[in-house]
C-alpha cells in the first residue's frame, strides 16, 4: 500500500472513531501553504485540532512521539489560521494525537 493510500486509510479509521466517540467532524486535510492539519472537529464547544497517526508496529516507538515540537508548532500555526479564516473567537480549543496501532485508536490530548 503506498503511503498516500495508508495515511488516508488511517484517517477514515480516525474519523469513524471520532464520530462513534461524538465529535462533529468539521475538516479534513485542512491545507494551508504553512501545513496541514489531518482533522478538525467539534466535541461540544470545544475545537480539536487532530494529528492522526497510524502505525502497524510499534517497534520504532509509539505513534505519538513522531509529533515533535517543530511539528506541534507547525499545526498550532495552521490552527490559528483555520480559527481566523473561519471567524472562531474566543473558542475553547484542544490539540490532540490520535495515534492507531494493531491494537486499536488511542486518543492522547496534548497541551501544546
Given at each position: 500500500?503506498?503511503?498516500k493510500?495508508?495515511?488516508?486509510k488511517?484517517e477514515?479509521i480516525a474519523?469513524?472513531?471520532?464520530?462513534?466517540?461524538?465529535?462533529?467532524i468539521l475538516d479534513?486535510?485542512y491545507?494551508?501553504?504553512?501545513?496541514?492539519i489531518?482533522?478538525v472537529?467539534?466535541?461540544?464547544?470545544?475545537?480539536?485540532?487532530?494529528?492522526?497517526?497510524?502505525?502497524?508496529?510499534?517497534?520504532?516507538?509509539?505513534?505519538?512521539?513522531?509529533?515533535?515540537?517543530?511539528?506541534?508548532?507547525?499545526?498550532?500555526r495552521?490552527?490559528?489560521?483555520?480559527l481566523l479564516?473561519?471567524?472562531?473567537?474566543?473558542?475553547?480549543?484542544?490539540f490532540?494525537v490520535?495515534?492507531i496501532?494493531?491494537e486499536?485508536?488511542n486518543?492522547?490530548?496534548?497541551?501544546f
Amino acid at each position: 500500500m503506498n503511503t498516500k493510500r495508508f495515511g488516508e486509510k488511517g484517517e477514515n479509521i480516525a474519523t469513524a472513531y471520532l464520530k462513534k466517540n461524538k465529535y462533529k467532524i468539521l475538516d479534513r486535510n485542512y491545507r494551508t501553504k504553512l501545513g496541514e492539519i489531518d482533522i478538525v472537529a467539534l466535541k461540544g464547544k470545544t475545537i480539536c485540532f487532530v494529528e492522526v497517526k497510524y502505525r502497524t508496529t510499534i517497534s520504532f516507538g509509539l505513534p505519538r512521539e513522531s509529533v515533535t515540537i517543530t511539528k506541534q508548532n507547525k499545526i498550532r500555526r495552521v490552527a490559528q489560521q483555520y480559527l481566523l479564516e473561519n471567524q472562531m473567537y474566543d473558542v475553547p480549543v484542544e490539540f490532540d494525537v490520535l495515534e492507531i496501532t494493531n491494537e486499536g485508536c488511542n486518543l492522547i490530548l496534548q497541551a501544546f
